[in-house]
């Protein structure tokens, strides 16, 4: 169970960096682009900052159902 517990860390961070990074790139290809069809980024930013959300709740989940 501690190695689950590990890996849901690991993953929460990486979910963490990559909807960072994707957000700063949305931002920036908008303001290159004149934010002219850039719903693409928008749509792969809202959906990574939903993964990373979901990771998180349910490692709290986990830990709430161990104690």
Not at 12 to 37: G, H
Not at 50 to 57: A, C, D, E, F, T
Request: charged residues 25%; glycine residues 2%; positive net charge.
């Amino acid at each position: 169970m501690e190695s689950l517990k590990k890996w849901n860390k690991r993953s929460e961070k990486i979910w963490l960096v990559i909807s960072i990074i994707s957000t700063i790139s949305a931002i920036y290809f908008s303001l290159v682009d004149d934010f002219a069809n850039n719903k693409a980024y928008y749509l792969l930013t809202i959906m990574s900052w939903g993964i990373y959300l979901i990771r998180r709740g349910l490692s709290k989940r986990l830990e709430n159902k161990k104690q």
